[in-house]
Structure formats: structure tokens, C-alpha cells
């Protein structure tokens, strides 16, 4: 018990140097005391290089005044700037003023989801600004950074155009990542690529990077020191070359911008070369904590860096089998064959992918299968080609610059190399699984597995954890079975998704369906890939049978395509619509290409039963499509499929975007069916929907409003919340109760929004109780 004394101590330590992170005491004058979503006069300091992202450029900016309607504000804090097009001539430390609409990060409040607002506070960040147009934005002054930072910027910036000079494309952003560390320009599609594969650790600068910095200086030191009679008699040609070899190291680590994984590899070679001054040996595994405990000491949120977990995982799993598993003992003893080191490097590579394994599950739902076939490949090629050419090109460049540019034209002409290799092997029909996402829990059995099959034989103990965990992970098993084809229930989810709609419906029996995607009008940001598909793969969810599109509006249909090109889909329900945008010709051929089933208008109109579930398309009418060249209001929201779900007494209403001309037709239609006990807003709330017949004759007891948090429509509107209100109705919105989960077991209705602690419970006699 002694034993974890100091164990719990760290972690106390650890737990309260995060709380000024956490919840941090601000001034009154902090910046995010003024994200009112407004227009500002900023006036600040670029505290970070830029990035480009698409046709954006992001920085870090530290506000030292506001100022509007003539009045001024002395300020502190940092902000993320954003601003719409590539401004080229800015860098850390340059003073900037620009006029900016100040707003406080937000997250999608999904069950599940990334915690985008607690990832910006761990950088000191809690406010976002946007500038829409870079002509507002201007540069008072430059260089106001630190000596050594403003120059290690310029070195960067050099290496940055003399890669410009040598290379244009995905090669370019490529060879900034491995040489500077400068992934902003890494294409998504190379990005992607790598990961499919299997090979997105290249794209870190870490222990490969560093340690041929050390080995080159190291020699080169020692080759100089040799020449000294003095020095070899003084034993210290080999502490004297480890020495001076710190200044490069040190050097290159600042050079590439510091990430955890080059932070780690700099700290270990530096323990190494520290060794070899004073002469003794070192142990790698305690090297290893070393070098995590002083990242955590200067920066405790490292922690929850996914770049942290992974870096010293993968390196922790590759000690801890080199050092146990009799296997690696074997290889390393005698002398090294090429067919040893093979062996030795398919194992170091079948270990950092086994031991990153659960942590690339969790955030990235997805494993390479071809993954060690790549690494052979890959790793040679960038690891002992490309990386040596452009570091030896980065050295030549100050002195022979011609020769620079031509190793660097080489080095771009083999990356170029790499990516066909590359190409070729994502073409493999395996070469990647998507999964759904591992607990906690999980991701503690799987380690805890693991240790104990290493010590097997050498302990009885792991005997007994083996047992154990066979025994929770069954009963973990039969929990999500409970929760899936066990269920009796039928349960809607309303994602928050921004403005935008996305309902999930999963049936008695674990069938699912989604109702709509969400989505952005432009697509910058995949809300199919970042806020629904993770919040399907948390709850273990990998095949929704039905995708429901009630129309093709970018804001409903966006989101679905990543979902049927990732997720088993079975059948698709829509009004079939032709709507000429992109994203519905998209759409189309992936329902071709993974031959997903369009089930026709005219057998959605026909009442169905799934799993006990009674599904029933209200509307459009079936010649909608005639009667749209007559009629001019029947455009895309007026076409919505309106789908009625009823499960024993209890009954939901999703409307689409259907406005007062549709909801009339549809009161004539449907008349006494529409009567539902839980409403999805038609229309996000807009003062064009909702008209009183409707809302009369759906009289709902809940209504739920998807809608993005201020948005430029200033939905929901107030006299749409007074018509509910004035019925009885309770109203739960997206953007301020985040997700909205329905359960019903055919009598009761329980409602649990994300945000809040409380869940309401409706009876079949009509009363809401908390």
C-alpha cells in the first residue's frame, strides 16, 4: 500500500495544476468577458505562426484593446482568430489590428462528443474571432517576439520557401511536415492516405527526426575532438562530443515547433547524451517517464494531448516488449543478419500499432489492417531517405544555398515517390476498418489484458487478472447487447448539430434510423464526420438500417454522406426530389456505389411496422412532383417528408422544413393523425412554419427545436415559442439543452437533455413531471 503513496501524490498534484485551467479566475478585463458576438476593434499580438486551412488563415492572438462606438478597453487573454482568405506576410510577434466578431468557443453538446471548448482553455484560449474579410485586418508593426523566437521563425520560414522553391503540391506540405513540423499544409488527402495506411506517425516530427540529429552531430563532434592531442588525453572525446551535441538537438526541437512528440524525443536524447557525459548508463522505460514528467511539469494539460497519449504509449510499448518478451531478446543477441533486423523491426512496428491500438480506436474509429506491410515500405523510404536529404539540405542552406535547393528537389522527387507507393497500397480493398469507439472501461481492459498475458509465467497474480477481466468484459458485452437488441424501448435522439436537423431513432430490437444529417451550407466542417458518426460509434452503433432524408437542403442532407459511405446502411427513404447542388449528386452515387435500396414514394405513403414500430410518411402527396410546376410554393421545404412514428400510445412527429402553405395541405391530408405527443419543430422555430391549425391539430406535450446557437435567421422565433407555450407544450431547444434524448416504453416518456442533470417524465395521462 506504500507503494502507491507516491502514486496518488503525483496524481493529487497533477489534479491541481489543472484547475487553473479548468476553472480559471479571470479578470474583468479578460477578453471573453466581451464575446457578445459582435464586431470589435481589435488591436493585438500574433502569438503563434499562422495556419491555413483551406481558404482560412488561424492564429493565436494575444488582445491588448477593444475598442467600439468611440469607446476603448484595455484587455488581456488570447483568442483564435480566423480570417477568411491566406494572409502570407504575417508571423508571431507582429502587432495587428483588424475589426472581428468576438464570440465564446462552443461546443455540439452530443453525448460523446469532443470537447472542443476544454481543448482551447487548456491552450489559455476562451474566445474565438472572425474576420470576414481580410482587408480588415492590418499589420502595425513586426517582430515584436523574443530574439530567439523572432529569429528561429525567419530560420523556419527559410526552410519553408526554399521547400516552396523545390516542390509545389502535397510533396511541399509534406516535406514541411517532416523537416519544420509544419503539418497545416498537409493536404486532407494525403492526410487521409496516411492514415488509411497506416503511416500518420511519419508525419510527426519525433525519435527518428531527433536521433539522426544526435548520431550525425555526435560523430562529427567526435571526428573534431579527435584531432586534439589535449582532448584525447583527457578522456573526454566521447562526454565532449555528447556535450557540444546537445546545442543541435536543442536546435532542431525548437526548429520543428515542439509538438509532445518531439518534446518527448528531445528530452530522451538529451538524457542519453547527459549519460554518456558522466559516464553512465541509462535505463530507456525511466528515461521514457523522465521525459513525460518534465512535459507534465511545464505543461500538466499535455495529458490530454491525443499527440502525447499516442507518442509515449507507442514508445512505452515498444521498451516494455523489448525488454520482456523473450522473442526481442533473441533478435537482439548475436550478430545482427538482415534477416534479424527485419524480424526486429516488423516487431517494433506489430507493437506500436497493437499498443496505440485502443487510443486510435478512441479517437479516430479506425485501424489500418495492411498497417505492417506499409511501415516496410514507408518508414525506409521517408524515415532513412527523405528526412536525411532535407535535413542535410537544411544545413547546407545557409552556406551553399544552389546545392540546398537541389538536395531538397531530390528529397521532393522521392516524396513524390512515396505518395504513388502510398496510393497504391490504400488501394488494397482491407487496407483500413472503421470501428465503433471503446470505452474507458474498455481501453483499461485491453491494457490490463495485455500485461498480464507478458507475465503469464512469471507471476500468479496475472493468472487471476486474466480471469477478471474475462468476466467484466463479458458483463460489458451484455451491457451493450442490453442496450442494443435487447432493448424494449424506442428512443430518439436529437443531435445538436448546429442549424441543421438530425434525429436518431433506434427501434425495439436494436434497428436504427436516421432521420436527416445536419450539414453545413459550404461543407467546411463535416458534420457527418465530426459531431454524428461519433455519436453513432459511442453508442456502438456501425450499421443504421434506414437513412431517412426528408430533403435536400445542404443543412439536412451534408451529414449523411459521410454515414453512407462509412456505415452499413440498408435503405434509404426520401421524396426523390432532384435538387442540382453537388452534395445531392454525391449523395446519389453512393447510394449507387454501395448499392443502398431507394425505397419508391409511392410505398413510403403505405403504413409500415418495424420491430413494433408503426411508421407512416404523412406527406408530400404523391403527384407532388406534378403539382409542383403549377403550384409556385411547393419548393424543396414544402416537398419534406413528414414522417409519424408510433410506438404503443406514444406517437413522434418529424415535419422536415415544412412551411405555413405545406402544414395547410397537411392539416387537410392527415387531419386527426397528425396528433403527436412529441413535435420536431418544423423549420428550426421559423415564423413561416408553425402555423396555429398545425400546431393545433399535432398538439404536442413536447416539442423539440433544432437550431444553431444565434443564428442569422433568429430561430427559434418568440411568437413560435408563445404558440407552444400557450398550449402546454414544454420546449427544449439544441442550443441551449444541447442533445435531446426521448425514451418511451409505448405509455411513458422520459426526456433527458444533454445539459442538464434533470430528465422530465411524461405520463400517458398528459403531465409533465420532473
Known amino acids: 500500500m506504500l507503494c502507491l503513496l507516491p502514486l496518488m501524490l503525483f496524481f493529487l498534484l497533477g489534479y491541481c495544476s489543472i484547475q487553473y485551467r479548468v476553472a480559471p479566475r479571470l479578470p474583468a478585463n479578460h477578453i471573453s468577458s466581451f464575446a457578445d458576438d459582435n464586431l470589435w476593434h481589435i488591436i493585438g499580438t500574433v502569438d503563434s505562426q499562422p495556419r491555413y486551412i483551406g481558404d482560412r488563415t488561424r492564429f493565436t492572438l494575444r488582445v491588448r484593446s477593444l475598442a467600439r462606438k468611440q469607446r476603448y478597453y484595455p484587455v488581456t487573454g488570447r483568442i483564435q482568430l480566423n480570417v477568411r482568405g491566406n494572409i502570407a506576410d504575417i508571423s508571431a510577434g507582429d502587432s495587428i489590428a483588424c475589426l472581428a466578431r468576438v464570440s465564446k468557443i462552443r461546443n455540439f453538446n452530443n453525448p460523446g462528443s469532443f470537447n472542443y471548448r476544454r481543448y482551447l482553455a487548456f491552450r489559455g484560449i476562451l474566445a474565438s474571432a472572425f474576420v470576414s474579410n ?30 516552396d522553391m523545390a516542390a509545389r503540391g502535397q510533396p511541399a506540405g509534406l516535406l514541411k511536415a517532416l523537416i519544420i513540423g509544419n503539418r497545416s499544409e498537409v493536404a486532407g488527402q494525403t492526410r487521409r492516405l496516411f492514415n488509411l495506411i497506416g503511416v500518420a506517425h511519419l508525419l510527426a516530427i519525433s525519435g527518428l527526426h531527433i536521433g539522426m540529429v544526435a548520431t550525425v552531430a555526435f560523430f562529427l563532434f567526435r571526428l573534431l575532438l579527435a584531432r586534439s592531442e589535449r582532448i584525447l588525453l583527457s578522456a573526454w572525446v566521447t562526454r565532449g562530443a555528447a556535450l557540444l551535441s546537445v546545442l543541435p538537438v536543442l536546435f532542431y526541437g525548437f526548429l520543428a515547433g515542439g509538438s509532445p512528440a518531439t518534446q518527448r524525443a528531445v528530452i530522451m536524447v538529451m538524457v542519453l547524451l547527459t549519460a554518456l557525459v558522466f559516464e553512465h548508463e541509462h535505463e530507456p522505460i525511466n528515461t521514457l517517464a523522465l521525459a513525460a514528467l518534465i512535459i507534465l511539469v511545464i505543461r500538466p494539460t499535455a495529458l490530454f494531448e491525443i499527440s502525447f497519449q499516442l507518442s509515449f504509449i507507442a514508445v512505452f510499448a515498444i521498451l516494455y516488449t523489448l525488454k520482456h518478451l523473450p522473442l526481442a531478446s533473441k533478435l537482439r543477441k548475436g550478430s545482427p543478419t538482415a534477416l534479424k533486423r527485419l ?3 516488423l516487431l517494433v512496428s506489430a507493437t506500436a500499432i497493437l499498443g496505440t491500438l485502443p487510443i486510435t480506436l478512441y479517437y479516430f474509429n479506425q485501424t489500418s489492417i495492411i498497417g505492417l506491410i506499409s511501415n516496410c515500405f514507408m518508414v525506409p523510404l521517408i524515415g532513412f531517405v527523405v528526412v536525411p536529404m532535407g535535413l542535410t539540405a537544411v544545413l547546407f542552406l545557409p552556406i551553399f544555398p544552389t546545392a540546398a535547393l537541389w538536395i531538397m528537389k531530390t528529397a521532393a522527387i522521392t516524396v513524390q515517390g512515396g505518395l504513388a507507393v502510398a496510393g497504391l497500397l490504400s488501394r488494397c480493398p482491407v487496407a483500413s476498418v472503421k470501428t465503433v469507439t471503446p470505452s474507458l472501461f474498455e481501453i483499461a481492459l485491453y491494457f490490463a489484458l495485455a500485461w498480464a498475458l507478458f507475465n503469464l509465467k512469471r507471476t500468479r497474480l496475472s493468472r487471476v487478472v486474466v480471469v477478471v477481466i474475462v468476466v467484466m468484459a463479458s458483463a460489458d458485452v451484455a451491457y451493450w447487447v442490453s442496450q442494443g437488441r435487447g432493448s424494449k424501448e424506442l428512443r430518439m435522439t436529437i443531435l445538436d448539430v448546429g442549424h441543421g436537423s438530425s434525429a436518431l431513432l433506434q ?88 448499392k443502398i435500396q431507394v425505397v419508391p414514394l409511392e410505398d413510403l405513403l403505405k403504413p409500415k411496422t418495424i420491430n413494433g414500430v408503426r411508421f407512416q410518411v404523412l406527406y408530400p402527396p404523391r403527384d407532388f412532383l406534378e403539382r409542383s410546376r403549377q403550384d409556385a410554393w411547393r419548393k424543396i421545404n414544402n416537398n419534406s417528408l413528414v414522417l409519424k412514428v408510433s410506438f404503443r400510445k406514444v406517437s413522434f412527429l418529424l415535419p422536415g422544413d415544412i412551411e405555413a402553405q405545406a402544414e395547410n395541405e397537411l392539416v387537410y391530408l392527415a387531419g386527426d393523425k397528425l396528433k403527436s405527443d412529441v413535435l420536431l419543430v418544423p423549420h428550426y422555430g421559423g415564423n413561416t412554419s408553425s402555423t396555429p391549425e398545425f400546431v393545433e391539430h399535432v398538439d404536442p406535450a413536447i416539442a423539440v427545436i433544432s437550431a444553431g446557437r444565434k443564428n442569422r435567421f433568429e430561430f427559434p422565433h418568440p411568437n413560435i415559442l408563445s404558440r407552444y407555450q400557450a398550449r402546454g407544450c414544454r420546449i427544449f431547444c439544441t442550443d441551449r439543452n444541447g442533445a435531446v434524448t426521448i425514451s418511451t416504453d409505448g405509455t411513458d416518456i422520459r426526456v433527458k437533455p444533454f445539459l442538464s442533470q434533470q430528465a422530465c417524465r411524461w405520463s400517458a395521462e398528459g403531465r409533465l413531471q420532473q
Not at 152 to 158: D, E
Not at 510 to 519: A, H, N, P, S
Open 343 to 345: 524480424a526486429l523491426f
Open 507 to 594: 427501434l425495439p430490437g436494436g434497428r436504427c434510423m436516421l432521420v436527416d444529417g445536419g450539414g453545413f451550407y459550404d461543407n467546411r466542417f463535416d458534420v457527418g464526420a465530426r459531431v454524428v458518426a461519433p455519436f453513432l460509434w459511442r453508442k456502438k452503433i456501425a450499421t443504421v438500417e434506414t437513412i431517412v432524408l426528408s430533403h435536400a437542403d445542404p443543412n439536412h442532407l451534408n451529414g449523411l454522406l459521410f454515414i453512407a459511405k462509412h456505415f452499413n446502411v440498408k435503405q434509404v427513404w426520401m421524396n426523390q426530389q432532384y435538387v442540382p447542388i453537388k452534395s445531392y449528386e454525391d449523395f446519389l452515387n453512393l447510394i449507387s456505389e454501395k
Open 134 to 163: 481580410e482587408n480588415h485586418l492590418v499589420r502595425l508593426n513586426t517582430r515584436n517576439a523574443l530574439w530567439f523566437r523572432s529569429h528561429l521563425n525567419r530560420w523556419r520560414q527559410a526552410v519553408s520557401s526554399l521547400i
